[in-house]
């Protein structure tokens, strides 16, 4: 089992910048890929970025690329996702997720694992 918590959401205006932070539990962190993804309302679960169990390993989606980073710490049992040059149409719940495989890609049925979520709310 794996146990994750995100933090960092908030509501930003067009153009800025924030941090999510996801911190996993219960499990040898090193030993499993994470990945974000984002819903906003009546729309679709979202690939957003994923990244290896090592790190070396990193994918981001073309509607983030250039402006979201994918990192993970794994001394601190943490993976982040630092935004940039936030758009109105980032706006969504963003979800940290686990799989327990070397790296998940961008399928969220690789994922066993899945955060509560935070908001994530840009204005224009």
């Known amino acids: 089992q794996v146990q994750l918590v995100e933090s960092g959401g908030g509501l930003v205006q067009a153009g800025g910048s924030l941090k999510l932070s996801c911190a996993a539990s219960g499990r040898t962190f090193s030993s499993i890929a994470m990945g974000w993804f984002r819903q906003a309302p009546g729309k679709e679960r979202e690939f957003v970025a994923a990244?290896?169990?090592?790190?070396?390993?990193?994918y981001t989606a073309d509607s983030v690329k250039g402006r979201f980073t994918i990192s993970r710490d794994n001394a601190k049992n943490t993976v982040s996702l630092q935004m940039s040059s936030l758009k109105p149409e980032d706006t969504a719940v963003y979800y940290c997720?686990?799989?327990?495989?070397?790296?998940?890609?961008?399928?969220?049925?690789?994922?066993?694992?899945w955060g509560q979520g935070t908001q994530v709310t840009v204005s224009s």
């Open positions: 990244i290896s169990w090592s790190g070396s390993r990193t």
């Open positions: 997720a686990a799989a327990p495989v070397s790296y998940g890609g961008s399928n969220y049925r690789e994922y066993n694992y």
